[in-house]
């Protein structure tokens, strides 16, 4: 009598662990192809300082190739190189970034600085909540095309409803001088908008001016208290984290007066870090917020985490 044959559950299974997975498997098909989107980022980031919100608005980025023919002017090819592999950053390229910023006192909107041009402002902040009709104050900080060349466009000034604040000393110097493309386009002509202020004057409650000029002849911060706690907002002292903040004494570019710029660097470099206060730098990362630290001979830049996002 032949031996009964057949297969049993064991078997199956045994034979089935035995097979390539791929041979297990039904092929995959792919459903949809994304395409490609490019680098991106947010356009605003909103921040609690006391009873404050501040938000920074992303209105731009670029990418700049040959950075020392910007920053670092007076050092060595090796110094610069040695500097920026130091901070794994590329020595062709160097990435500006944009960035205006809303402070919310609960009374007043306060926007420092509009960007380049309207649209480059009046989008990223609709998309942070607020209209350009809502602003009450405009600040500007000093007066390159970057950070006037929103106040005004072919339909008029850009905040109807705000009032307009910049230095006295700012506006004295480029009216005085020629050359200044964006002073002549946006700001020479709604003159009648601005209020002319000093170093240590109160924009609004909780808002006080800071001199810091070299960068142009009356660049200006500003410093933002509320309930105890305190932020600079610290416009283009310091022009990237690394080849200016880093490194103060290094010749920027745009810099009007470069000794003058760099002991404002210095002193402000000094101030930031013994009083631990964040501030926020136009050209800084996005979303440009951080803090100094003391390094060596020179600073550091340390982003902001989550510590003003808490409350």
């Given at each position: 009598m032949s031996k009964k044959t057949g297969l049993t559950r064991r078997s199956v299974l045994a034979g089935a662990a035995a097979m390539p997975l791929a041979a297990t498997m039904a092929p995959h098909v792919a459903k949809a192809k994304a395409e490609m989107m490019g680098?991106?980022?947010?356009?605003?980031?909103?921040?609690?300082?006391?009873?404050?919100?501040?938000?920074?608005?992303?209105?731009?980025?670029?990418?700049?190739?040959?950075?020392?023919?910007?920053?670092?002017?007076?050092?060595?090819?090796?110094?610069?190189?040695?500097?920026?592999?130091?901070?794994?950053?590329?020595?062709?390229?160097?990435?500006?970034?944009f960035t205006p910023t809303v402070v919310n006192t609960g009374n007043e909107l306060v926007l420092f600085d509009t960007g380049l041009s309207p649209e480059s402002i009046t989008g990223p902040l609709e998309a942070a909540g607020y209209s350009a009709d809502q602003i009450d104050t405009v600040v500007i900080t000093h007066m390159h095309g970057d950070h006037v060349g929103g106040v005004a466009g072919e339909g008029g000034v850009t905040f109807g409803n705000a009032r307009h604040v910049t230095g006295r000393v700012e506006y004295?110097?480029?009216?005085?001088?020629?050359?200044?493309?964006?002073?002549?386009?946006?700001?020479?002509?709604?003159?009648?908008?601005?209020?002319?202020?000093?170093?240590?004057?109160?924009?609004?409650?909780?808002?006080?001016?800071?001199?810091?000029?070299?960068?142009?002849?009356?660049?200006?911060?500003?410093?933002?208290?509320?309930?105890?706690?305190?932020?600079?907002?610290?416009?283009?002292?310091?022009?990237?984290?690394?080849?200016?903040?880093?490194?103060?004494d290094w010749e920027v570019k745009f810099d009007r007066n470069k000794a003058a710029a760099a002991a404002t660097r210095r002193k402000m470099l000094d101030m930031l870090a013994a009083e631990k206060i964040p501030f926020i730098g136009y050209h800084m990362p996005w979303p440009a917020v951080g803090y100094v630290e003391k390094h060596d001979s020179g600073y550091k830049y340390a982003p902001a985490s989550y510590q003003l996002m808490l409350g």
């Open positions: 680098v991106g980022a947010t356009r605003f980031n909103r921040m609690k300082l006391g009873n404050f919100e501040v938000t920074t608005l992303l209105v731009g980025t670029r990418t700049v190739e040959n950075p020392q023919s910007i920053f670092g002017m007076n050092v060595s090819g090796e110094e610069f190189a040695d500097a920026s592999a130091a901070a794994n950053i590329p020595t062709d390229a160097a990435q500006f970034f004295d110097a480029w009216a005085a001088t020629d050359g200044n493309k964006a002073f002549e386009g946006k700001i020479r002509p709604n003159a009648e908008r601005f209020d002319m202020i000093e170093d240590g004057a109160d924009v609004a409650g909780g808002i006080t001016a800071v001199g810091a000029f070299g960068h142009t002849p009356g660049h200006m911060a500003y410093r933002i208290e509320s309930e105890g706690q305190q932020l600079v907002i610290a416009a283009d002292f310091a022009n990237h984290y690394v080849w200016s903040l880093a490194y103060p």
